[in-house]
Every structure is written in C-alpha cells, then in structure tokens.
C-alpha cells in the first residue's frame, strides 16, 4: 500500500492512504489528526510528486527542525533555495506550520521546499533593539493565556496578551493556574477583575497540585484543535501539559518564593498531541511583548473603548486631551475603567512606536542602497 512519502500525486489520495495505514497500525496516525483539515486542503496548491510529502513543524531548534508526516518524524532542514527567497523573519519555518519536504536516508531526514498558506500566526516583537518579528507558533486555532493566582496575576499583561492573539484571529481562553496557592478573598478579587471578560473568553481557575479545574479545561478540548500555551515563566504551563498528558514529559522547575519569577523551563517550541487528539504548542515563557500593527486587536479586546471612538467630535481624535472626546466622557463616568484606558493608550502608543521604527529602518535602508548604486556608477565612470 502507498505511504505518504512514496509519493501519492494528488493530496486526496494522501489522506485516503494514510487514513486506511493508522486503521491498520494504530501507531501510526494521519496528517488530519496532526491538524490538516479542510481549510488547508482547499489552499494547497503545491503538486505532490514522488518523494515529496506534506509534515507539519512540531519542533523548531536553533539549526533545524523536526517534523511529522504523522508516519515519520525526522529532522529537517530548509533548502538553498527555499533560504535564497526568505526576506524577513515571518518567510520561515515555525511550529505548527504546514510544509512540503523531501524525505531522505530512511526518513531521517527531511528538507524543506515550500510552506503552506497559515490559517494564523502568532508573533510578537523581537526582544531587544531590533525591530523584527519573533514567531511564536502557526496554525492555533486556540491560545490559553495563563497566568498564575500569586503575585504573577497582572491584568495589563493579560490585556497584551489578548491584544496579541486577537490580533491574530485566534480564539483566546483565559487559565488561572496555582489556586491552591491563594485565598478566598484574593481568588474574589481576580475574578472581579477578570469578569470584564467572561462574556467574550472561556475563563477556567485550575490546580496542577490538587488537580482542580483540570477536567473541566479537558472537557473544553477538541480533537484536531491546536492550542497554544502562553504565559510568564513559573506560571505552569509545562505542569498543566504534563497533568493533560499523564506522564512528566516535560521538565518543571520550582518558581522563587521572593518574587514568584520561574526559571524558562521550556526553552524551545514543540508540538504534541495528546491521546485525546488535541494538539498543544508548548511555548517558553515570555518577560516582552510587544507588538507591530496591532489594531485590529486593540479593537477586539477594548471593544468598549472602541464602541466610543465614532462619537467623538474629531475624526483624527487622539482620545487624550480633545474637547468632545466621547472615549474622555466615558472615562470621566466611569463607563471606562481607567486602568483599562491607560493600558490601551500604553499599548497603542507602543505599537505606534515599533511601527514608526520599521519605517524608518526601510528608509535609510533604501537610501544606503542608493548611496551604494550611486558609489558603483561613479566607479564604472572612472
């Protein structure tokens, strides 16, 4: 019977064969369960010759990456072409990605020729001075925020955090982890903080230690579904992975007892897919965001912000000093919370900056280009 990697020609038959091989061996699974659903189907465009095979990112390493046809896993690595043609830091290879490789030594190793359209992307700012994109994951259909109920709670972060996946066109869902650890009345205080959101996100108070909560978010879980786990580090990600698996796959460490700041236990992307067939994105934990371009997102999770914007007197209103600012008026009643109105303008004023910034660097960019074209003809001349 063929397998995916000799080389069906149509990506129907792939599905077919491979469906029928994991009902033979139930070691082995198909690309749908990796998450290959119709939406790709219909946006697949690349033809699949023999030797070619479609995989999915389910690892990223500082050289390489590992990826699964759902028979094989294996490293891969991206070709000189495929290299050639990268402009930007988006152009390549991130977990949860769909991409065409060719399969080499045994399906030990793979490189890869082509990246499938994405149904979403993750990013954020690079860290540092750079202005560039860091892919976090692609392909997530759901994006668990979790923060922890001790002193890492931060409803600004959250806020980032929801402006970023919004951003992206992912469903968010809001996980409160280490309840054990706080009282009744802290525990009160975060739900009323947090209960601006309870008719927008899914929102679920768990335990890792006493295992509260856990089977409720399991319940909540779709086979084929990517989820990705974000958070600071020491708010238990890898636990919580580790308790929906069953097994300790993943290293924990202990957080602080100071400042309850955990050590980046994770410290690369990677794919897994539980027994349940839900599929997780394990992500380490991130102390920036910061983000390019984001208002789309900063529409979505400040609605009531934005609900506000077309009454105000002035088209091009900045919602900070003008006279006839409806957004001010909301404020001033109270209608708008105010620290969530500051974080708004915190963020947007920071996306605005980031953006400025990538501009900029274009135009010197283009200018030093021009600078080196002007230097050659004046060379030729001589």
């Known amino acids: ?51 070619f095979s479609i995989a999915r990112v389910m690892e990223v390493n500082k050289n390489n990456y590992q990826v699964s046809t759902g028979q094989h896993e294996m490293y891969a690595e991206v070709s000189g072409k495929f290299l050639f043609n990268v402009e930007s830091s988006i152009d390549l290879p991130t977990v949860g990605d769909w991409v065409v490789v060719q399969c080499f030594d045994d399906y030990t190793l793979a490189i890869i020729h082509h990246i499938l359209p994405r149904k979403t992307l993750l990013k954020r700012k690079d860290p540092g001075k750079t202005v560039e994109f860091q892919l976090i994951a692609a392909n997530i259909d759901y994006a668990l925020i979790m923060q922890s109920a001790d002193a890492n709670f ?36 975060i739900n009323d903080k947090i209960s601006q959101f309870n008719s927008k996100y899914l929102f679920l108070p768990i335990s890792n230690l006493n295992g509260n909560g856990l089977k409720t978010l399991q319940d909540q879980l779709l086979p084929g579904k990517t989820y990705c786990l974000l958070g600071s580090s020491g708010v238990g990600k890898s636990s919580l992975l580790n308790n929906l698996l069953g097994e300790k796959l993943l290293a924990v460490n202990a957080v602080k007892d ?45 609605d009531e912000i934005a609900a506000y914007k077309g009454q105000c007197h002035y088209k091009d209103c900045t919602h900070t000093h003008e006279d006839g600012c409806a957004v001010l008026a909301a404020v001033e009643q109270g209608i708008i919370k105010e620290e969530r109105y500051n974080n708004y303008l915190k963020i947007q004023k920071e996306a605005a900056f980031y953006e400025m910034s990538k501009l900029e660097r274009r135009k010197k960019d283009k200018s030093f280009g021009k600078m080196i074209k002007n230097y050659q003809k004046s060379m030729r001349k001589k």
């Open 154 to 189: 931060n409803l600004n972060r959250l806020e980032r955090y929801l402006v970023m996946i919004n951003d992206s066109n992912i469903q968010p869902i809001i996980i409160l982890s280490k309840t054990d650890l706080a009282t009744a009345e802290v525990l009160a205080e």
């Open 258 to 302: 100071k400042d309850s700041k955990g050590k980046h236990t994770t410290t690369r992307r990677q794919l897994i897919r539980l027994e349940s067939g839900s599929i997780f994105i394990d992500t380490p934990g991130m102390r920036e965001l910061g983000n390019f371009s984001v208002e789309a997102g900063l529409e979505e999770t400040f």
């Open 1 to 51: 019977m063929s397998t995916i990697q000799e080389g069906p020609k149509d990506i129907n038959n792939i599905s077919e064969n491979n469906n029928q091989d994991s009902i033979n061996n139930p070691a082995i699974i198909s690309i749908e369960q990796l998450g290959y659903d119709e939406w790709f189907k219909s946006r697949n465009t690349f033809e699949i010759t023999d030797n």
